[in-house]
């Protein structure tokens, strides 16, 4: 019997504007809790909500970059449920008139690709946080309520946990591309529910949809979905009883556990909100925001595979996070380099950020922008090493000292003396001290030990803190050795 999984996803992501989404407070993260509300996101009788037009935007931007239609005409709705971090009693999101839907997103799961159907990105507002004290007491904190979010829902078009996971990392950087959301799940800030079943194709048999919650990281993702699928599997051949529920993912055991069972969508009475007009977005300001859409990342690196002729592996890693694209080029225009520029940003660049960073796994704010060096410093040091002035070991210490106090490149090597010594009378002083130094190599060597130079190299770049000129002593030494 061959069951295949079917995972969708649901995405909720807050949107990075100054104000809440239906009233003027501030949508900040955090602050003394209940200090940024107001009647309205309290749902107070009698206050009237107002959409937020940035937010809205946001949403089209959202939709166009995953190829969706962009409704001409959209309701909010209600979406009634009790639950004390929601003081309404009801949220207002869309149902079944999204402000866009029918996109699609292509993915790059080790090198094949995936077609993932986007079902729709809407808009709704965020709920309260409900804080249960130690002492047993419980609170709640309205600062995030009415804050603007997105739902991107897709298809149940995934078949692994692997493709969830690529799908999760490119949403989170088209968010961040666009600007529409900092997307770090850390804060909660981007979220995300799996649904999982399997599908029997012969029979038409399928497993009950579980929803899996409580998802913090998208390891957590990955390692649930697996589990997940892996469980239903289990309970076919077992023959064990399965429901439609909503299951949370125990991060310490590794394993889901029921929740509750499944609400259906009537047991939320949605009806369109009468406090709010219909949306109708005109089609110049769609074709606006179309226009403004960024480079996204798949165009990008695309790009830097074409332009600058680097392998998809540079082209991945620079285009990660779009500030540290904007670097690599301004290096590889100033050095005239690309894969020297991409060697130097992918390699001690990115160390330097990743050692000062210590954040959790893609976290954003931790960007090139705390970066020390501008552009053309690296590509100052391209060229030191290009024009033969310092090899690539001491340009290394080099990039550490300049990072340290500011200094160029070109400074640090003439003020330290770091600069190498091609200088062939100096270098054959050495040369011939290295040789004294070392008479078992030498005599090695002559009876035909290629390896025996290393040993007399090896001096020299001691004796000279590794500034000889690698190339330079080996001839020296070989023409000397086979001289005598
Ligand atoms: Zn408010
Ligand atoms: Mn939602």
Redesign the pocket.
């Known amino acids: 019997m061959s069951w295949r999984p079917c995972v969708g996803l649901e995405v909720h992501a807050q949107l990075r504007t100054d104000s809440?989404m239906f009233?003027?407070?501030s949508s900040d993260f955090g602050g003394e809790p209940n200090s940024?509300?107001?009647p309205?996101?309290?749902g107070l009788p009698g206050s009237l909500p107002m959409p937020n037009r940035q937010a809205i935007e946001y949403v089209i931007k959202t939709g166009l970059a995953l190829n969706c239609q962009v409704a001409e005409r959209c309701r909010f709705a209600r979406k009634n449920y009790f639950y004390p971090d929601l003081p309404k009693n009801y949220q207002i999101s869309q149902y079944d008139e999204p402000l866009t839907h029918g996109g699609y997103m292509d993915l790059d799961v080790d090198g094949t690709t995936v077609h993932i159907r986007v079902r729709r990105a809407h808009l709704e507002e965020d709920t309260g946080k409900n804080i249960h004290l130690p002492d047993g007491r419980s609170v709640v904190d309205y600062n995030r309520c009415?804050v603007p979010l997105m739902e991107v829902v897709t298809e149940p078009d995934f078949t692994t946990a692997e493709e969830v996971r690529v799908y999760l990392t490119t949403l989170r950087q088209v968010l961040r591309y666009l600007a529409v959301s900092d997307a770090d799940m850390e804060k909660g800030q981007m979220r995300c529910e799996p649904t999982v079943n399997l599908i029997n194709d012969e029979t038409g048999q399928r497993t009950p949809k579980v929803e899996i919650k409580n998802l913090n990281s998208i390891r957590s993702v990955f390692e649930a979905v697996e589990f997940e699928l892996d469980r239903q599997r289990d309970a076919i051949e077992t023959g064990e009883q399965m429901w439609q529920e909503t299951r949370r993912w125990d991060e310490n055991h590794g394993v889901t556990a029921t929740m509750r069972r499944k609400e259906t969508a009537d047991d939320y009475m949605y009806f369109p909100d009468p406090d709010l007009v219909p949306l109708a977005p005109s089609r110049e300001w769609v074709e606006r925001v179309r226009k403004e859409l960024p480079e996204l990342p798949a165009e990008r690196r695309h790009r830097f595979m074409e332009e600058y002729a680097l392998p998809l592996y540079d082209a991945t890693v620079l285009t990660e996070e779009q500030t540290v694209a904007e670097y690599f080029e301004a290096v590889a225009h100033v050095s005239g380099d690309p894969k020297a520029s991409s060697n130097w940003v992918m390699g001690e660049v990115l160390r330097h950020l990743k050692e000062r960073r210590g954040g959790p796994e893609g976290s954003p704010g931790v960007g090139i922008a705390d970066f020390p060096l501008p552009p053309g410093y690296v590509a100052e040091l391209i060229a030191l090493v290009n024009e033969g002035l310092i090899s690539s070991t001491i340009a290394k210490d080099v990039f550490a000292r300049s990072c340290e106090d500011r200094r160029t490149p070109r400074e640090i090597v003439e003020q330290d003396g770091l600069a190498q010594i091609s200088d062939t009378g100096e270098l054959e002083r050495i040369v011939d001290e290295a040789i004294a130094a070392n008479p078992k190599a030498v005599e090695d060597f002559r009876g035909g030990a290629e390896k025996a130079l290393g040993a007399m190299v090896g001096y020299i770049m001691r004796a000279t803190q590794g500034k000889a000129n690698p190339q330079k002593i080996n001839d020296l030494l070989r023409s000397r050795l086979t001289q005598e």
Do not use: D
Request: one cysteine or more.
């Open positions: 809440k009233c003027s407070c940024r509300c107001c309205v996101c309290l009415g």
